[in-house]
């Protein structure tokens, strides 16, 4: 969604739970789901624990659908998300999209625009889960670094990118909220009440 910053910070607070979920992913079940990576091509060097996920060639048709990250990640991931946004946003909308995505040493994801329509109706949420000091988050052209321990809303439709330069991986779990006010722009089908 757009607004009038690169992004902004929507609370600080721990991620533990979530944390140690993630963390105990298995390196099969980073690899066992290529979904983002096939619909996103700049997303061919990331991994991903999809828990979420949107049909994406019919909009305003739509069907959200549980993937194989729902088990590993559903526990600790929903009453976060709630929270989130129960103090953010307005309730009654849908989450289109969850899941953790991994960047490893070395890797990148080019520049883009998040260019589908659901990305400009619906807020990207992104919460650092792993990072180091040599991950840099470009954003309409200027470098951010976004900390674990905080929040963040990211202006999708200003052209960004990520590069890792560092030894660790980074991580970032990522959810995307369609407002209530928008939830009436679109027919979704399947998993749209989530608690």
């Not at 607004?3 to 929507?10: E, I, Y």
């Not at 048709?61 to 307005?90: C, F, K, N, T």
């Not at 960004?160 to 979704?188: C, K, Q, W």
Request: charge should be negative; aromatic fraction near 10%.
């Amino acid at each position: 969604m757009e607004f009038d910053a690169p992004f902004r910070v929507l609370e600080q607070r721990e991620v533990n739970a979530l944390h140690e979920s993630i963390s105990a992913a298995t390196q099969s079940e980073w690899d066992a789901n290529r979904l983002r990576q096939s619909t996103f091509d700049v997303h061919y060097q990331t991994q991903s624990l999809v828990m979420l996920f949107i049909s994406c060639n019919q909009w305003p048709e739509a069907e959200i659908y549980r993937e194989d990250g729902w088990d590993r990640l559903s526990q600790a991931a929903l009453p976060l998300m709630r929270e989130v946004i129960e103090r953010h946003y307005s309730p009654g909308g849908i989450v289109l999209r969850a899941m953790a995505a991994k960047l490893a040493p070395g890797g990148i994801i080019k520049p883009h625009i998040d260019a589908h329509p659901s990305f400009r109706h619906a807020h990207r949420i992104h919460i650092p889960i792993t990072s180091n000091s040599r991950v840099r988050f470009n954003i309409g052209g200027q470098p951010h670094r976004f900390e674990v321990g905080k929040i963040y809303e990211l202006n999708n439709q200003l052209q960004h990118s990520v590069m890792n330069r560092g030894n660790e991986d980074r991580i970032t779990f990522i959810f995307d909220y369609l407002p209530p006010e928008r939830r009436n722009e679109v027919r979704a089908t399947g998993l749209t009440e989530l608690w």
